[in-house]
């Protein structure tokens, strides 16, 4: 996963519209990053990475990542492209993307093995960067701050449990938590979004929409 174009690969295994139509009864929306693009800070102007096996397989030749012997799996220098994909069994909706990427990934030479784990296991492992990759949901605060999940400094102690390091975002995220303008605010947001779009250390789902029914009789 060092190489950015494996990175958008395995995004790009994974079938968000379907997994928001089909799982989510349509109630979530594929997004490009952190940030929702309905929200204060988001930006429109990104596309998430298309549901395209083919294209993925393309980007994994070019990162020399091809079957060299013949036994439909990927090699990377390091043996066979091959990964464990741990997740909650206990949050809903995972089970449901690590199907749908397992079975993409095969098409595309990738084996990735998918394990339940209980929750505390699965806190304890992220936290402590005991796994390979995994499925993890991440929240902000209405007003983004993504410095806990991008920054350099929150790899022994936040969320960054990939061990991220960029230091154009480290600058950015940093100016942020500086910024008591908003215009200034919303460029920096978007310049680390755009960075982290081309970076793609993680891969975003999607964004849950919020379902509720109010009471007509409700009076305030």
Excluded: C
């Amino acid at each position: 996963f060092a190489d950015a174009r494996v990175r958008r690969a395995m995004t790009m295994l994974v079938d968000r519209p379907g997994y928001a139509a089909r799982v989510q009864h349509g109630y979530a929306r594929p997004v490009a990053t952190l940030i929702d693009p309905q929200i204060w800070g988001g930006d429109p102007a990104l596309t998430p990475h298309a549901f395209d096996v083919t294209a993925a397989m393309r980007l994994l030749d070019e990162a020399g990542i091809k079957d060299k012997d013949g036994d439909g799996l990927r090699d990377t220098p390091n043996g066979p492209m091959s990964f464990t994909l741990i997740y909650s069994g206990q949050t809903s909706g995972h089970v449901e993307i690590g199907s749908l990427f397992e079975r993409a990934a095969a098409q595309a030479g990738v084996r990735g093995k998918l394990q339940s784990l209980e929750w505390p296991v699965m806190r304890t492992k992220t936290r402590e960067h005991d796994f390979e990759a995994a499925i993890y949901r991440l929240r902000l605060e209405p007003i983004p701050d993504p410095y806990s999940y991008v920054h350099s400094s929150q790899i022994p102690s936040g969320f960054n449990f990939g061990g991220y390091r960029n230091p154009e975002i480290n600058r950015l995220s940093a100016e942020l938590r500086r910024t008591f303008d908003a215009k200034r605010a919303s460029e920096i947001l978007s310049s680390i979004q755009r960075v982290l779009h081309e970076d793609e250390p993680f891969s975003v789902i999607v964004s849950p929409s919020a379902l509720m029914a109010i009471n007509r009789r409700l009076r305030i």
